[in-house]
């Protein structure tokens, strides 16, 4: 197991407990009745909501308020000061989520209300992320991505904490986004040479959009990984295809495909699921159930067992490729297709024995068709367009994608 000198680099943000007596509410604002109705029945339990990301375009910042008969729209007053500590926040690795709703007025073209978070809307309107964190009020939704379904988990009277408990992948698609496109290339080399150089590309932008607010690793550190990692494995498959290893470089596209799967359900949701990731990193299922031992705050086993459950879901979750897969833009289909490609190189089965065994008489065989390598070259170019779209849009650079 790889392991890393610093104990400091936990991917979650600090939170503490403050009373609710303690915090004083601006007098200029109007309340939203139905958002508080709303957030007060999820915050209370009785009802779930979803973790997802959506276009900000599809979010009106504000709320409508009935006046005879008419919708009249209320927006907070702009405080510059927290819109700027939004900004800060936003470049050094956070992402706040918006809290939303379906919107109640039919009249406007906005899909969703966002009536709370307006400093943070107006910060990530700034920026020009295009696809923002949103937890939607909503047992169901017309989402646009994946989503988690999260609730809080009550033991009798005592609200043991928000816990994401199901999902809802969206119906698989035919179409995906493609670096490659259109364009000619002379041979499958520079393919490959086109989708390193553009994620290498992105690799800068991210770098020059990430500001020096946070301490630790943060949410564009990980992003950073992925994207580098993704271009190694690229120039790994150009080096291999090159020196006539064909099944090799094979073998590598499963650990670009894995990498995908674990960027899409930490970019659903950043603030949620980059604890839980590096948690099933760290920590095997053994080391998982005795931290949940020493963790746990009360001497009730019923309550303990309640809570410990709600803990495991997502550690669980992460534990199966084939759950995250089928949350994957890409999909269950598109799974199966990459390890049944693959599976045969990875484990040296029958088939891979007799093809290896025909060089014994004739060295000179080439068993790995062209097909085979333009199935590779559209898999890669399938995996990194999903990653290079979603981070394209989320560090400021939405309006200029190739």
């Excluded at 073209?109 to 964190?133: C, M, N, Q, R, T």
């Excluded at 043991?160 to 080399?189: N, Q, R, V």
């Excluded at 290893?245 to 596209?253: H, M, P, R, S, T």
Aim: proline share 3%; charged share 25%.
């Amino acid at each position: 197991m790889l392991k890393t000198e610093s104990k400091k680099l936990v991917r979650r943000p600090i939170t503490t407990t403050i009373c609710a007596d303690k915090i004083l509410c601006r007098d200029d604002l109007v309340d939203d009745e139905i958002f508080l109705k709303k957030y007060l029945t999820f915050s209370n339990g009785k009802k779930q909501a979803l973790l997802s990301r959506l276009p900000l375009d599809n979010i009106l910042n504000g709320f409508f308020q009935r006046n005879n008969g008419r919708f009249d729209l209320v927006e907070d007053p702009v405080r510059r000061e927290m819109v700027d500590h939004a900004k800060e926040m936003i470049r050094s690795g956070h992402r706040p989520a918006l809290y939303v709703y379906k919107n109640i007025n039919s009249d406007s073209d906005a899909k969703f209300i966002a009536p709370d978070d307006s400093d943070v809307y107006l910060a990530y309107k700034e920026l020009g992320i295009h696809k923002v964190p949103v937890v939607i009020l909503e047992t169901s939704a017309d989402l646009v991505e994946s989503a988690f379904q999260v609730r809080h988990q009550f033991f009798h009277e005592e609200n043991l904490g928000g816990f994401i408990c199901s999902t809802m992948p969206l119906p698989e698609k035919c179409e995906y986004y493609s670096l490659l496109g259109k364009k000619e290339f002379t041979d499958d080399d520079s393919k490959f040479e086109h989708l390193q150089s553009t994620i290498d590309a992105l690799t800068g932008r991210l770098k020059n959009f990430n500001g020096a607010y946070s301490a630790g690793i943060h949410y564009h550190q990980t992003l950073f990984s992925v994207l580098y990692r993704l271009s190694e494995n690229i120039q790994a498959i150009r080096l291999l295809i090159k020196n006539s290893f064909y099944y090799q470089a094979v073998a590598l596209l499963r650990s670009v495909y894995e990498i995908s799967l674990d960027f899409y359900v930490d970019w659903l949701a950043p603030e949620q699921v980059g604890f839980w990731l590096q948690t099933h990193s760290a920590v095997d299922r053994r080391g998982f159930d005795a931290a949940l031992i020493l963790a746990s705050r009360s001497d009730n086993t019923k309550r303990n067992k309640v809570w410990a459950e709600s803990m495991r879901y997502c550690y669980d979750f992460l534990n199966n490729v084939s759950n995250k897969a089928q949350m994957s833009p890409l999909g269950r289909s598109f799974y199966d297709t990459v390890y049944t490609f693959t599976s045969e190189v990875i484990h040296q089965d029958f088939n891979m024995t007799e093809i290896y065994a025909i060089r014994m008489e004739n060295p000179e065989h080439r068993s790995f068709d062209a097909q085979a390598i333009t199935t590779l070259v559209r898999c890669v170019d399938m995996i990194a367009g999903k990653v290079y779209l979603r981070i394209h849009q989320d560090i400021g650079t939405a309006d200029d994608v190739v």
